[in-house]
């Protein structure tokens, strides 16, 4: 499964991380909105698998797209819980259709008449305790596949222009752009969990780039810190396609903001240092095994940096510690779904949900690998069902966010929606009383507080340095790794 590279000679080292929170306190989603139970799914063997209890449209109003096929028309739709408030919701829309050898188009580029232009990357905040939601965060029209990126204090979004990248202040309604425009063309951007870096995929005339930008708050710009060429850092990268828009890319930062995974169409996944000096570690090379798609991986919250989860092609789920290079846990998806399109860990790394072709959200044990339920969109209510929209096949699952309370799950897909799944109740001592004291107490100050630094990591979820990986199972067997 491609080459492993053993990380500072296989010795964990110290590292100094600062994750950065929010200053206000934890805030649920509304309980009058989860009261609904018209989507309940249809449960089997008596477990209790969760039901879709509200769902939007993230497609703005006013939209006519005369001369095409609504069935053939691709909304490309992220979605993402803000950071410590599960009342807030924002998301990110693009419309495309499919060109077969063509790949992607953008509406924007068609030449049709009696045509709404929609601006790839419409960025939405959906604020569930506000009669007066949404708010429009950026009408401003880019050629990068719209998503959701936003830093971990929750006070800044960032989102690409045809020629810009730009950050927006939520607090102070101010935008800044990068000092210099590097790149012609744009994939992908993530911040740090320290909230001080923006990591940006983008192409410069015939090579693919990878630039981390540094955010400055008390200026009118920011300035691009390192940038290299990606192929200088990884020799065996390739791309799927010649055409700009059939390729996919995503970049992801460790949970301590120091390491970048980079995941492509090709099926590759690969990890390097935040300063770009060197590459650290293939994950999958695009050889022998291949990545299902750029969406289908994850770090472990728990971790700073050490392990990390994906899925390949042989519907093979893999979580690999990246300090020792050696296999954690390897389980494989049910025989009755089809291929996975995303995978997720919840915010406090007990557990992952991997979204699949058919619409159907397989949710699993980060310890065991052990299948905990099944959420299937196609058995919901009428109103909150996913159906077919061509050629039998249902819409991707693009994205999949779990609130910070771990009860509310949101899914989003190429219908242009947004479903809201009520998961079952986490029945957690631990759990229960973090939440409590998140909803008296603002994130920020919990370090303040008397506890020992592990308690005080817990509550916020800031990952924990361990001195080694927990025992867990594979194949029927305890390890040590």
Not at 270 to 293: A, W
Not at 417 to 436: A, E, G, I
């Amino acid at each position: 499964m491609g080459a492993t590279i053993t990380l500072d000679g296989g010795r964990q080292t110290k590292r100094k991380w600062n994750q950065t929170v929010p200053q206000t306190m934890w805030k649920c989603f509304p309980k009058q909105k989860i009261l609904s139970s018209t989507g309940r799914a249809l449960c089997s063997e008596g477990h209790d698998q969760g039901h879709v209890f509200y769902q939007f449209n993230v497609i703005p109003p006013g939209v006519v797209t005369t001369g095409l096929d609504p069935a053939q028309i691709i909304w490309w739709t992220d979605c993402m819980f803000m950071p410590f408030d599960d009342s807030q919701i924002i998301t990110s829309l693009g419309g495309y259709f499919y060109r077969g050898s063509q790949g992607l188009t953008q509406l924007r580029k068609m030449r049709l008449q009696n045509y709404f232009r929609i601006p790839q990357g419409f960025m939405t905040l959906w604020r569930f305790n506000d009669p007066h939601y949404p708010e429009v965060l950026n009408t401003k029209p880019s050629r990068a596949l719209p998503h959701c990126s936003v830093s971990t204090n929750g006070t800044l979004v960032s989102f690409f222009t045809d020629t810009d990248i730009m950050c927006s202040s939520l607090c102070q309604n101010s935008l800044v752009k990068a000092k210099e425009t590097f790149c012609s063309t744009f994939f992908f951007s993530a911040f740090s969990g320290d909230s001080n870096y923006v990591a940006v995929l983008a192409r410069s005339r015939l090579h693919l780039n990878l630039a981390v930008v540094v955010i400055i708050l008390r200026a009118s710009d920011m300035l691009v810190m390192y940038q290299r060429c990606v192929r200088e850092l990884f020799q065996h990268f390739k791309l799927q396609k010649h055409l700009i828009n059939q390729d996919r890319l995503e970049c992801r930062f460790s949970p301590d903001s120091q390491f970048v995974a980079i995941s492509t169409t090709a099926g590759q996944l690969f990890l390097i240092k935040r300063d770009l000096s060197k590459l650290e570690c293939v994950l999958v090379d695009g050889k022998d095994e291949e990545l299902t798609n750029e969406r289908c991986y994850d770090f472990d919250p728990r971790f700073p940096h050490e392990v990390l989860a994906f899925c390949v092609n042989s519907d093979q789920v893999y979580v690999k510690n990246i300090e020792s290079g050696s296999q954690i846990l390897h389980c494989k998806l049910p025989e009755n779904v089809m291929k996975a399109t995303c995978l997720k860990y919840n915010m406090e790394g007990d557990s992952f949900a991997v979204g699949c072709q058919d619409g159907v959200i397989v949710m699993m044990s980060s310890s065991t690998g052990n299948i905990l339920y099944l959420l299937d969109s196609k058995t919901q209510a009428a109103a909150f069902a996913m159906t077919p929209c061509k050629l039998s096949m249902y819409p991707e699952i693009i994205r999949i966010s779990f609130s910070h309370s771990d009860d509310v799950l949101a899914v989003s897909s190429t219908e242009g929606t947004v479903r809201l799944w009520q998961l079952p109740p986490k029945m957690n001592l631990v759990h229960m009383c973090r939440l409590v004291i998140l909803k008296h107490i603002p994130a920020s100050t919990i370090k303040q507080l008397p506890l020992p630094t592990m308690i005080a990591d817990l509550i916020v979820c800031c990952p924990r340095e361990r001195a080694r990986i927990t025992p867990v199972v594979i194949n029927n067997e305890t390890t040590q790794v």
